[in-house]
Each structure stands twice: as C-alpha cells, then as structure tokens.
C-alpha cells in the first residue's frame, strides 16, 4: 500500500500545501471549518505527518517565487530584472512559476494547482505579478504560510502588501492636463477583459471628467490585435476624440495605425496617449506619448518590500508602496 502524503490531503480538502502545513504546525492560525475539515481528512486517510511536512512551514530556503500568469508581455521581462537584480544584492534565490495551464481558459482550480507547486517548493516568499485580482486569488494568497507581495497590481485587502504606481491618481492628473490643454472629447479606451489597475485608470479619467462638466467615454475592446483594429476602425468611421488615452501601449499603437490608415492626422487631428511606456512606445510613428510605468523598479521596490518582511521580526506596517511615475512626451500628443 502507498504511503499517504501530504499531497494527498491536500488534494483530497482542495487546499494548498501550506494550509495542510499549518493545521499540522500552527492550528489556531487556520479558520475553524476548515481545520475541522483538513483534521478529518488526515484522520480518514490515515495520514501521518513526517519530518519534511512538520518542516514545511518554518524551513528557510532563501529562495523567492515569482509567480506570472504569461511571459509574453515585455513589461513582465523588464519587472523581473529588477527584482532578479534586487534580489542578487539580498542573498535571494528566484523560483519562476508561469501559470500555462490552460492559458485561453484560466481557471482557480488551475491557479489553485499552481500555488500548491509553489507552496511545495519550500520558498520563503512570494512575489504575485497578476493584475487579474479576484476575491478567489485573495483566497488563495490569505490561505499560503508566506509572505506575499503583489507586484504592479493592488487589490480590495489592505492587508496584502503591494508595490505599484498609483494607477487612479496618474490617470485623474494625466486627465486634468488634457483638459487644461482645451481638449474637451477625450475618450479612455481599456479592454474587455478586466483587470484591477485597469480598472482604476478608468476611475481616475472618469473622476477628472466629471469634475470638468465633460461626458466620459469609455471605449471596452478585445485584447487581440484582429478583434480590437476591426473595432477602432468601427469607431473611427464614425467618429474621433480629442485625445484617446489607451490603457495599454500595445493597444495604444494599433489604435495610432487604425487611425493613420484612415487619413487621420496625428497629433493634429487626435492624440493618443499610452500608460506603460514599453518598447511600443519607441516603435510606434508617431512615437507614443506614455505614462512611464517604472517598471524596473517596481520589480526592485516589490523585492525590497518581501524582503523586509521575511526577515523583520516586527509587523512592518507601510506595505502598500507607490512608485514615482513620470510623463514621457513623444510625437503623439501636441506640446
């Protein structure tokens, strides 16, 4: 007969590694249904805690795990340089962990699966690039005996630590200067699919409309290239803002080719603004007017932040960072 193992009690409650970890080492830290739950499981299989498992929660390892949903952004490339550099100067070993089960049908279970190869791997932090953040990924990160840091993404829970610019306030001011500028039909365009600091960005364009007694206009298009060009052509047939801030440069860029194939002239005509500053935003022509997104250091401030809190024997209570952002102004907009 096989040995019964941890796995097996975790797979068989549908928690983490960590969870099962905890019940064994540290119960009164684990809700009381669930604890009731995990002991019963533990008793039904017959399982029996050994060294390796007892040690799962307390073993240091000076390793780290970045976990990503995709590798295919460039902003995603550049954040890990700088929390691989961060992370060189601290001692710190990097795990990568890429959620590619199923990429076109992501799922909890899937992210759930995901986590418990993490929390197997016996790393001592987390670092979560994900800006997808729902209340059963907050589950998720609640339920792990790590740290965590949230990395260019912020979430609902002032209890999880994040690093990030301020998504809704680089919005409401990049607003405001349009405005100020006489631009009186600016349009915000973000993707149909959604994600939190995209979320915010349309919260803070919103609140600077507002504000100015001027209509929003919020313009939701797919994240494929095919789909969202077909859309911007739709749009500007018809009709065309002052400004277009667009939420990604990618995004941004295919809307400035649309817009030149239809002899619209920019900046003159329309001015389309980005919010990453990514390598598009250099290959774009017109080149992209862009919020920079630091990402170097966010990546390096994320690392800094887990690092404090691994090894400070104290609550540190600042865990949500905001990094300086900047303006980058290139040939898409008018000076």
Partial sequence: MNQIKIYDVAGAAGVSLATVSRVLNHPEKVRPETRAKIEKIIKELGYKPNLNA??????????????????????????????ADCASKRGYLLRLFV????????????????????????????????????????????????NVVLTNTVCSDD???????????????????????????IWIITSLRKYVVNDLKVEGYKKAMEEAGLEPRVIQVPGKISAHEKEYHDLLTQEH??????VRDSMAVSFINVA???HIHIPEELQVIGFQDTKYADLSRPTLTCINTPIYEIGEEAMNLLTE????????????KFVDYNIIRRESTRN
């Fill in 54 to 83: 007892k040690g799962l929660a307390s073993s240091k390892s000076t390793t780290v795990a970045v976990v990503v949903p995709e590798l295919t952004r460039s902003s995603v490339a550049e954040m890990i340089n700088g929390i």
């Fill in 99 to 146: 959620n590619n089960r199923n990429r076109e049908a992501a799922t909890i279970a899937n992210e759930r699966e995901l986590w418990g190869d993490v929390m197997a791997s016996g790393v001592d932090g987390v670092l979560y690039i994900n800006d997808e953040i729902t209340e059963e990924h907050l589950e998720i990160i609640r339920d792990v005996n790590v």
């Fill in 159 to 185: 209890s999880i630590p994040s690093v990030s610019i301020d998504y809704k306030k680089a919005a409401y001011e990049l607003t405001n200067e349009m405005i100020a500028k006489g631009n009186k039909k």
């Fill in 241 to 246: 803002p002052d400004v277009a801030i667009v």
């Fill in 260 to 262: 030149r194939n239809l």
């Fill in 309 to 320: 809190l691994m090894e400070s024997e104290e609550d540190i209570e600042d865990t949500k």
